[in-house]
């Protein structure tokens, strides 16, 4: 395991006080704030060194680039960024997301909005000139469309953002043609309630101007350590791309167990007011739930089992059950003793070691929970690249992503890849 090091700065009396200050107005010691402001810089700098890039018009770094709606904490759009695509432009309407997002891929230009207030003239505005993405990639919150929501109601408003979606879709490809986009949603999605509204979706999606395919993926067939069926539509621009086809990724040999992930990790930070994430271990989200309920210690809590509707116990040999959580219902570590910490959590849905989720613990419960698992978005984009007759994506100065930051648990190496 690495362990921490410490760096020295000078600083003249009044540049300190200036940074404290700064840090004070954010709610945060100066060496949480500095650290921060310090690897977003260094990330924005090594970004275009360590990511991917495809040789196209013989400039040798053009990265193709997307708009992300829906971006959430950017799950999905670092999925794509491992393959070899950019985000240039990426919103959501909650700001946790937002600055989540920010903070992850310092390349981007992010905003917090609704969808349905967006038109390509605002897009142009904050891109700075006449945004034509490459693709478009997105997926709608899922929660009015989930079997889990016992609660559905047929006149819920974000039924319609999809067709928002479309919409602005449409919009932009009658400008400049897209080449691709990417819808993401929950399986509940193809049940029998919402039959009509998905057929409409689908609908508009080929009135936007694109040839339409549909996939049920699981993760789990993706090298991501969960069980977590999701409904993936690509459109491929019908027009640009007459003969192309999508197929959906051919799902790998291999089944990550949540061992393979998260076991050997030491115990998490639990939740307090006034902590301070630097001085966790191993990562700043490895902070869980207080474990308050006598279920945690009495060995009531046995592995693969469920006790009531909120202590699913995890089992160490098989991937995990889908990290999708209400409030309290943060799966329970294999151990019984508490609930995963928000680290393992994102371990689980395959963020790299290096991935932080900022906002409280309510809001990076959520965060998890909504992301598409990275791997799962890098193989969708690898075969979006290969629909597209894209050429694969070769790695610049290999091994950059290590250099700069050393996985601290031997369960994470992998993730560097
Ligand atoms: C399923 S999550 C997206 C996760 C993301 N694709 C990822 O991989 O990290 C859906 C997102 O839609 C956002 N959202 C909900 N209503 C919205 C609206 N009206 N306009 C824009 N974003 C909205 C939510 O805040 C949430 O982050």
Redesign the pocket.
């Known amino acids: 395991m690495e362990r921490d090091s410490k760096l020295m700065i000078r600083l003249s009396a009044s540049e300190k006080a200036l940074l404290e200050e700064t840090a004070a107005e954010q709610g945060l010691k100066v060496a949480s704030w500095a650290r921060r402001v310090l690897l977003r810089g260094a990330k924005a700098e090594m970004g275009s060194e360590d990511t991917p890039a495809y040789g196209l018009n013989g400039s040798g770094r053009a990265r193709p680039e997307l708009l992300?709606?829906?971006?959430?904490?950017?799950?999905?759009?670092e999925g794509f960024r491992q393959a070899g695509f950019r985000t240039a432009l990426a919103?959501?309407?909650?700001k946790d997301?937002v600055a989540t997002f920010r903070h992850n891929h310092p390349e981007a230009k992010t905003f917090t909005?609704?969808?349905?207030a967006l038109t390509p003239r605002k897009l142009d505005r904050i891109y700075g000139g006449e945004f034509a993405p490459f693709g478009v990639?997105?997926?709608?919150?899922?929660q009015s469309f989930s079997v889990s929501n016992v609660h559905q109601k047929d006149d819920d408003p974000?039924h319609n953002?999809p067709l928002?979606y479309a919409k602005l879709l449409k919009a932009l490809n009658r400008r400049r043609p897209i080449s691709f986009f990417l819808f993401?949603n929950v399986p509940g999605l193809l049940g029998p309630r919402h039959k009509e509204r998905y057929l409409r979706f689908k609908e508009e999606f080929q009135l936007a101007g694109f040839k339409v395919y549909e996939a049920l993926l699981d993760a789990k067939d993706y090298g991501v350590p969960q069980e977590r069926p999701r409904v993936f539509i690509v459109g491929i621009n019908a027009k640009a791309y007459p003969g192309a086809e999508w197929l959906p990724p051919p799902p790998g040999d291999e089944v990550r167990t949540v061992r393979d992930t998260i076991a050997g990790l030491p115990e998490p930070v639990h939740n307090a007011k006034g902590l301070d994430p630097e001085t966790f271990p191993v990562h700043p989200n490895h902070w869980c739930l207080v474990p308050k309920s006598r279920k945690f210690g009495n060995a009531n809590l046995k592995e693969g089992q469920m006790f009531g509707r909120s202590f699913r116990t995890l089992r160490w040999d098989a991937p995990s059950w889908v990290v999708a959580y209400g409030h309290r219902e943060v799966h329970v570590h294999p151990r019984g003793h508490r609930r995963l910490s928000i680290y393992e959590a994102m371990l689980l849905q395959t963020f790299p070691h290096q991935y932080e989720l900022l906002g409280n613990m309510t809001a990076q419960v959520r965060?998890v929970s909504?992301?598409?698992p990275p791997r799962l978005?890098f193989s969708i984009a690898e075969s979006i690249r290969k629909a597209l007759g894209l050429p694969a994506a070769r790695q610049e100065r290999k091994g950059a992503t290590s250099r700069r930051k050393e996985p601290r648990h031997p369960a994470t190496a992998d993730l560097f890849t």
Do not use: K, Y
């Open positions: 992300s709606l829906f971006c959430g904490p950017g799950g999905l759009d919103t959501d309407i909650d997301c909005a609704d969808i349905a990639i997105g997926g709608p919150p899922c974000r953002l928002a993401e965060l909504e992301a598409v978005g």
